[in-house]
């Protein structure tokens, strides 16, 4: 399903390209001072988008180019990037909360229906803003993929403001529980006000993402490669 997803994704961006990666770190030199949140504050920090969106465009014209990558970078285009992230809906429900299969002692499941959502869900947002601060990209192409209903696309605007109160709330979980080898109670900050702040600001950056549009399910080509001997060049570009 996710490799499914990014070949949607990039469908849907003509002239655009794919770049893999893995595990991304944050540059603590890259946090603004202003945060108020030093090295010895926080855990290493990583996230691993499923990939890399590359744009390019040129700096006379401000239009966006085709740009093999061949070709490498020319003096008057640049290359802007979007993180991607793709979720996809597991269309199997557990029947009977505790009901058992009878030989093997496993739960029974059934096939059900599902729809991708309206919005993105909250759940995701700390994780997709986290990518962007490791990838310093200000943008996020989110994809949540179904089965057999399609898959919605998202634009997820980096917001520097979250990025602060999520990395406080890290720093406070980090120097209060971690480093102290203190379990933390349950809901542990759930009565403290940078902690209800940060919630709110979740939700509020969930109505901002911007819907791009529903794209419909669609047979899989047996063959990717065989798939895109249409095109003029490879989409997947590996050097910046």
């Given at each position: 399903e996710e490799a499914g997803a990014l070949r949607t994704v990039l469908h849907?961006?003509?002239?655009?390209?794919?770049?893999?990666?893995?595990?991304?770190?944050?540059?603590m030199e890259t946090i603004p001072r202003d945060w108020d949140i030093a090295s010895p504050d926080l855990p290493p920090l990583g996230a691993s988008p499923d990939g890399l969106l590359l744009h390019f465009f040129d700096i006379v014209s401000g239009q966006y180019v085709n740009m093999p990558a061949e070709l490498g970078?020319?003096?008057?285009?640049?290359?802007?990037?979007?993180?991607?992230?793709?979720?996809?809906?597991?269309?199997?429900?557990?029947?009977?909360?505790?009901?058992?299969?009878?030989?093997?002692?496993?739960?029974?499941?059934?096939?059900?229906?599902?729809?991708?959502?309206q919005k993105v869900p909250s759940k995701h947002l700390p994780q997709v803003q986290l990518e962007m601060l490791a990838t310093r990209t200000s943008s996020a192409i989110v994809a949540i993929a179904s089965p057999h209903?399609?898959?919605?696309?998202?634009?997820?605007?980096r917001s520097d403001t979250y990025l602060r109160e999520m990395l406080?709330?890290?720093?406070?979980?980090?120097t209060r529980y971690v480093l102290k080898?203190?379990?933390?109670?349950?809901?542990?900050f759930i009565s403290e006000a940078f902690y209800r702040t940060f919630l709110q600001h979740t939700v509020a950056l969930r109505?901002?993402?911007?819907f791009l549009g529903k794209v419909a399910s669609t047979k899989q080509p047996d063959s990717l490669d065989s798939d895109l001997k249409s095109c003029s060049s490879s989409p997947f570009f590996f050097a910046l």
């Open positions: 849907q961006f003509s002239g655009s390209y794919m770049r893999e990666v893995g595990l991304c770190m944050v540059d970078r020319g003096e008057s285009r640049e290359c802007l990037a979007e993180v991607v992230e793709v979720k996809t809906l597991c269309p199997f429900v557990q029947t009977e909360k505790g009901a058992k299969h009878r030989s093997g002692g496993r739960p029974l499941y059934q096939l059900i229906e599902r729809w991708p959502p209903n399609g898959t919605h696309l998202f634009r997820v605007r406080h709330v890290i720093k406070m979980f980090y080898e203190k379990p933390p109670p349950e809901d542990m109505d901002e993402a911007i």
